[in-house]
């Protein structure tokens, strides 16, 4: 069974910062691109960062250049995402998913919710002013 558990999600101040974890089960995690996205209220799921399957390539969203890592340890079947600089711009639920890289050609990067096959529930990141 395929599980993608998202956690860390918390309430910050601006400027401040938060690590989420992702933990991974059931994926050949070697297979996959992994990535985060995130979903404000009343707005549509956007594309924050992904990762190459063994970690050494990387892509963000324009917004989060510079302030957000993206990272994996695929023996710890574990993806993590470094917000620092918090803004309250960044307040949405956070997801973490994974890509099936035989089933979209090898590519990367991929920032599409199309290019990603599993899931997590979300976790709720909330930055005050």
């Known amino acids: 069974q395929v599980q993608l558990v998202e956690s860390g999600g918390e309430l910050v101040q601006a400027g401040g910062s938060l690590r989420l974890s992702c933990a991974v089960s059931?994926?050949?995690?070697?297979?996959?691109?992994l990535g985060w996205f995130r979903q404000a209220p009343g707005k549509e799921r956007e594309f924050v960062a992904s990762?190459?399957?063994?970690?050494?390539?990387?892509f963000f969203t324009d917004s989060v250049k510079g302030r957000f890592t993206i990272s994996r340890d695929n023996a710890a079947n574990t993806l993590y995402l470094q917000m620092n600089s918090l803004e309250p711009e960044d307040t949405a639920s956070y997801y973490c998913?994974?890509?099936?890289?035989?089933?979209?050609?090898?590519?990367?990067?991929?920032?599409?919710?199309?290019?990603?096959?599993?899931w997590g529930q979300g976790t709720q990141v909330t930055v005050s002013s």
């Open positions: 998913a994974a890509g099936d890289l035989r089933r979209i050609g090898w590519r990367f990067p991929t920032i599409v919710p199309s290019d990603y096959h599993y």
């Open positions: 990762i190459s399957w063994g970690g050494g390539r990387t």
């Open positions: 059931g994926l050949p995690l070697t297979s996959y691109n």
